[in-house]
């Protein structure tokens, strides 16, 4: 073999084909996790509260049961709301305001239906169907489209 044989050696490295997730992808990501977690709490809670109508005093464990799954479903929706209100507003200290907010019985209804509406628009903004339960389909925070 001759030296006139061999490639001339590259000069540019080879480009990888991955690229990290950037922030706004994983920022839609926590956005439509939130929104839907938020969603199947609220349908948790619709379909515990028949359990609740018929608490008696004759069977307190029941009573009991009853307690702990809606005070668990109103806990783990208070905490996606906060989680959401934080991937919402850039300014932290609103997302920890409405998150707040949103303990306080009947205003935190009022909380919910803002925050989840701007979800909501975010979501659609971005090109995200939104539906009854929230986003349909979110692509995992590392999916996102090559730059070149």
Request: glycine fraction near 8%; include cysteine; aromatic fraction near 4%.
């Amino acid at each position: 073999m001759t030296q006139d044989a061999l490639p001339p050696p590259p000069t540019v490295p080879p480009q990888l084909e991955y690229f990290a997730p950037s922030a706004g992808s994983r920022r839609l990501h926590d956005i439509a996790r939130y929104q839907r977690n938020i969603n199947a709490c609220v349908v948790g809670a619709i379909a515990v509260s028949p359990l609740l109508a018929e608490v008696n005093h004759e069977s307190p464990m029941l009573n009991w049961v009853a307690i702990v799954v809606v005070m668990s479903t109103i806990v783990t929706a208070a905490l996606c709301l906060f989680r959401l209100a934080m991937a919402l507003y850039d300014n932290k200290g609103t997302g920890i305001t409405l998150g707040i907010l949103a303990l306080i019985p009947i205003f935190g209804l009022l909380i919910l239906v803002i925050v989840m509406g701007k979800a909501t628009r975010v979501l659609r903004s971005n090109g995200i169907p939104v539906g009854l339960m929230g986003a349909k389909h979110v692509p995992p925070a590392g999916d996102i489209e090559s730059p070149r």
